[in-house]
């Protein structure tokens, strides 16, 4: 069994999704199909015999596109919305050319076809496409319904125009406008959907380009040679040196350095590797240069895994389709029914004209804008609120998966902490302190800076010393000596059992802890560590009290994990995991409830696609903010409850929206069909059905502007 990845454009809503995937099983050979409307990616297995052509050209003859490359599809989308918006603004101002001409009575009629031309099939095109090759694939959407109500509205405008003799006074009326207007309203949805989903597509290219494109190898002579990244094969040898990034996964054959491995597993601080260890592409070289041997290729490097486990996690997590699509193909051809039955009952009393109308009612009054506009508008509503709060809300559809929220997953390193180094205690006395953060000042090193910023009332901006940076150990300068047990032990400088126990104990609760020699003795230590953040442990408290379950999931160690989590009251803890593993925890958690993971690292984009909530923090990676539903511009936790309690209104606001929405077609669509008209002699006309689904929709969009004002 293979597999292809197919970038598709044109999607607009979770149907189009559905319908790629209904067509696509039915070419032979193809035995599964995952699009994913929020990505625009659709992943196919299929035999060896399938048609692949086929079924691109499928895909093609459906309406949609297929784009070569990822930013060839964020180009296509952006086309697209600004499309949208364009059709938008043309129709809404046809619409109310076409309302004064009707109201005032003016005689323009063939200003008012050319105008209503216009409107319903340059704006309405798109639609109209769609429902076409919808009804002939037998997909029954809402575009279906949005082509028959506004087209039989203007044909039977353009009938009334030319044969107005011929039709009964009561019945004389034009439809232009109502037909353009609805047009409008559906546009409006479309352009508000679509805005929202556009942000949501960078992430993969974020990720790749995280990887260098250059590589230096060493050549059989000892020379160094630049070559495409992509290029490199196993076995090969490759340089580098301080500041750059390594460009394979490969074992280290010569020197040493610090390496920034926060891409790969989350450690807040930089690692010092040496001879025999692995690396992996995309972390940074701190201090040092090693020659690697590389012992993969480009394409299974771990950063090509995470980006095949974001897509993996992308196909799996469909947008949950909303109630209106859902109930797309039953209620579109009932209503298309009901206005065939409606005709031929008044056709069987010899009132065709009443019957035709009749019938245009059922079509207008149960098209979908009030459906169409139940989520978006609300969701806009929503959005705009928590754009008040700092959270930006990149993926609307999240916010209904808040409900049942089992587990609240964090990282650990830059999420619940601050992921700023910091000093917590020492026991140097202010003469060697002073001098330590002196020395510390003129370094780039993190830890360094961190004592520097603890001790800066101390430093001497005048001062100046040679010193030497070694590379895993610590710094050597004159007469002193900054870093690791190893570092002190090399220049024979021993610490008694006493004092090396007290270094132990801090260790054991999970500081790093730098030690000192000053003039060829032990002086004290610094103990450092990552800080947690002042909100973190009400907000903790908040999410038991409401019966979700808060996780560490981090990539930092064992002890300094647990610390984190014992100052919170966290019982749930995974620590020293790798992005492989974070995917595979978030999997597991899926299976027994719904998962939101807070986090802000590259190696937490594979997570945070997999989980069914995922918020970043603004100070993250951009591949973490891309990959991410919602992002904390604030970077504070509060933003978390507020989402929650924005999710819980913004449900309940969408969910009284398609009640009323089902409630206003089960009730308007008998009265459009004419059942009052024998014994009340009430009947509608087209123009009422119009105004009718449009006060439908304005009370929906009332209902959802109320959002506005709630607090959160």
Known sequence: MKKIELKIGGMSCVNCANSIAKSALKIPGIKSANIDFNTHCGIFEYEKDADIQALKDKIIKLGFSIAKSQNELEIAQQKEL?????????????????????????????????????????CGFGFYSHAIKSLKERNYDMNVLIFLGTFCAFCYSIFATIFHNQIPTNLNYLYFSGATMILSFVLLGRYLESKAKALALSHLKSLMDLSPTKAFIVTSDGSTKEIEANRLKIGDIVLVKTGSIIPCDGVITNGGAEIDTSAINGESMPVYRSVAQEVYSGTLVCNGHILIKVSKNPDSTLLSQISKLIQTAASKKLAISKLADKAANIFVPSVVGVAVVTLLAWMSVNMPFQGILSAICVLIISCPCALGLATPIAVVCAISLALKHSILIKNPSALEQFSNLKFAVFDKTGTITTGDISVIETNLNQESLSLVANISALSSHPISKAIAQHAKELIDTKFQTKFEYISGLGIKGNNILIGSERLLNLNKIFIDESKKAVIEQKMDIGYGVILVAINGEFSGYIAISDTIKPEAKEIIKSLKSQNITPVILSGDSHKISNLVAKELDIDMVYSEVLPQQKYEIIENLKQSGKVAFIADGINDAAALRAADISIAMNSGSDLAKNSADIILMRNNLNGVLKTLNLAQKSSTTIKQNLIWAFGYNALCIPVAAGVLEPHFGIHLTPMWAAFAMSLSSISVVLNSLRLKLSKI
């Open 82 to 122: 600004k499309s949208i918006k364009t059709k938008f603004i043309i129709c809404t101002i046809i619409s109310v050319i076409l309302m004064w001409i009707e109201m005032g009575g003016y005689d323009l009629k063939i200003v008012m076809i050319i105008l209503a031309s216009i409107g319903v099939f340059y």
